[in-house]
């Protein structure tokens, strides 16, 4: 079946340094991929996604690119802000699951907390 | 605005006492479904409907149910509930006609079993 992997966490980073978040997948049909986010005490927000081979998604000055050769979409940001502190998860929803369509399947959450 | 609401936002509950967590969309979505959060577990679901009258089991199904009888309601029922399923549950919606991969989801209820 379907399935996502996270970096383990927690990140811990300094404001201003260079984030990355790996995310790899298994998927038996073509799926799209995704990172949300849920900010202390709040539901999930769609940070990003990206539906086809080799696009980026990006927003709020994160990026991440669907790279079907290594099954990963890994999401970076070059200047973290304390504002960025969160949960982030790597998602996938497989569009040839049959009746499966529609589903996320998540990883396991990083928790990223940046200091001042 | 479109939006997915959830009520209650809280509940703490004892063993066995039947509950019921609402879930509305406004924006006339066929897909609706349910997560459970769980502390390095993600969310994983509990259930879906594909339309009104049409559900399934998800990945983590056992102790609850579901029922749609109308578009916009998706409610998640425990008949029995037990300290397992203590978590954070999440309801989301998705159009799939046409098809659209923006999913939906709800603030999130946090539900205590004692």
């Known amino acids: 079946g379907d399935s996502v992997t996270q970096m383990e966490g927690p990140v811990t980073l300094s404001e201003e340094a260079f984030l990355t978040i790996n995310c790899t997948y298994t998927a038996t049909g073509y799926p799209s991929l995704f990172w949300y986010v849920q900010y202390p005490g709040e539901g999930l927000q769609l940070l990003l996604k990206a539906t086809k081979a080799d696009d980026k998604g990006s927003n709020k000055g994160f990026e991440a690119t669907y790279r079907k050769e290594t099954t990963s979409f890994h999401l970076e940001k070059g200047s973290v802000q304390v504002s960025d502190s969160a949960v982030y998860f790597c998602a996938l929803s497989d569009r040839a699951g049959g009746t499966s369509y529609g589903k996320l399947t998540f990883g396991q959450g990083t928790i990223l907390t940046v200091h001042p | 605005e479109a939006q997915v609401t959830q009520n209650p936002r809280y509940l703490i509950t004892v063993t066995g006492k039947k509950l019921t967590v609402t879930c509305s969309q406004n924006?006339?979505?066929?897909?609706m479904s349910w997560y459970r959060q769980d502390p390095g577990l993600g969310l994983r679901q509990i259930y879906y409907s594909m339309n009104v009258e049409v559900t399934d089991k998800g990945d983590v199904p056992e102790g609850y149910k579901v029922s749609r009888k109308e578009k916009r309601n998706f409610p998640l029922i425990l008949e029995s509930p037990s300290p397992n399923q203590t978590s954070l549950y999440f309801c989301a919606s998705i159009r799939t006609i046409p098809s659209t991969d923006t999913q939906y989801f709800g603030p999130g209820t946090r539900l205590t079993v004692l």
């Open positions: 924006m006339n979505h066929e897909y």
